[in-house]
């Protein structure tokens, strides 16, 4: 494998545009790129995932939205990152010979949750196969226990991986347990992997016990803020970073309780950016003109330290 940049800092998992009649909405990705890069400082992207209803796209939709990312993103982006996990075997290897044939600086894949599998080897046998469909492409998994109930822990995991998938990366980890980071975090000593965040409202206790980076929805249209929550945490200014994360934690913990997720994040999208966004596919349902109105309130409402 040539060598590559270590993937650190934001990565934003990508909403999938769509038109009123609920067709994916391509045309809108190039200025949607030009919006992470120029607006909010992000340039890495994560494609297809939960934020992305990757689950609820087809194949052949998955392969367009993957292509479009990675044409528009030529040159602008750091690293695409395409999720190719499924339900069966046959079409996670198909998306990772696809992201492969594309380019894409790397590849994630979510545990099967229909059939699942119920420990260490029987994951690891799975992931392995995909993986080495794109044999010179980094592959890191994607661990969500609370929407696959696959809670094998991901330190345990670790365990002889490089071994079985020579390409493994690190981990989306998209869970609260920060016991389980930790101890994952602990045990690379040498920093071979990356840890990546997924629970936007609790990153900086993530950070504290050393996340490279974080991958998350609020990033497409906070991530200039979460930037600066970066910056002061590196700069070891506690005060300040804790004063971002509380802020992010205000507008969400509002919104949570309106009932947030997919629908509700590309309506807040949409009116932060300008960008249409457009319904999700069903089952999922769009937000009430009261969530937006009510969501848009609070998030204009906030002020950011130094006025940012």
Sequence with gaps: ????????????????????DGKINLPVICQYVDYLVNEQNV????????TGEGLSLSIQERKQLAEEWM???KDKLDHVIIHVGALNLPECQE?????????AGGIAVIAPFFFKPTNKDELVAFLQKVASEA???????????????????????????????????????????LLDLAQCINKDKIGEFEFLYGVDEQLLGALAVGANGAVGSTYNYLGRQTNLMLQAFAKQDFALAQQY????????????????????????MTFVSGIPMG?????????????????KAKLDSIVWPNGN
Excluded at 9 to 18: E, K, Q, R, S, Y
């Design 1 to 20: 494998m040539t060598p590559r940049k270590k993937l650190k800092g934001l990565v934003a998992a990508t909403i999938t545009p769509m038109t009123p």
């Design 43 to 50: 340039k890495n992207v994560f494609v297809n995932g939960t």
């Design 71 to 73: 044409c528009q993103g």
């Design 95 to 103: 998306l990772a010979r696809h992201a492969a044939a594309i380019g």
């Design 135 to 177: 044999p010179e492409v980094p592959f890191y998994y994607y661990h969500i226990p609370p929407l696959t109930g696959v809670k094998i822990h991901v330190e345990e995991l670790l365990d002889g991986i490089k071994a079985q998938i020579p390409t493994f990366q690190g981990v989306k980890f998209s869970d609260t347990d």
């Design 245 to 268: 994360q509380f802020l992010t934690g205000e507008f969400l913990n509002f919104v949570i309780k309106l009932g947030f997720g997919v629908a509700q994040t590309k309506a807040v």
């Design 279 to 295: 319904p999700p596919r069903l089952p999922l349902v769009g937000a009430s003109s009261e969530f937006i109105a009510k969501a």
